[in-house]
C-alpha cells in the first residue's frame, strides 16, 4: 500500500522564518520544517495526530 500526500499547508503560527508544515496522507498526517522540504518529517498515524491537536487545543 503506497502513502500519497494530500498536500502541505504551512501554519497559520508561521512568522516568516520558523515555519512549519503539515501535509495529511492517506495514512495519516506529516510534519515539516518547510525550510528544508526534503528533510526528515515527523509522521503520525491519524489516532496520534487527533492526540496531538487535541492536546494542543486551548479550552
Request: charged share 20%; glycine share 8%.
Amino acid at each position: 500500500m503506497t502513502e500519497r500526500s494530500i498536500g502541505w499547508i504551512t501554519s497559520s503560527y508561521s512568522d516568516g522564518n520558523q515555519c512549519v508544515e503539515v501535509g495529511h496522507t492517506t495514512h495519516g498526517s506529516q510534519v515539516r520544517d518547510s525550510k528544508d522540504p526534503k528533510g526528515a518529517n515527523l509522521r503520525f498515524s491519524p489516532q496520534e495526530w487527533s492526540a496531538l491537536v487535541d492536546a494542543s487545543t486551548p479550552r
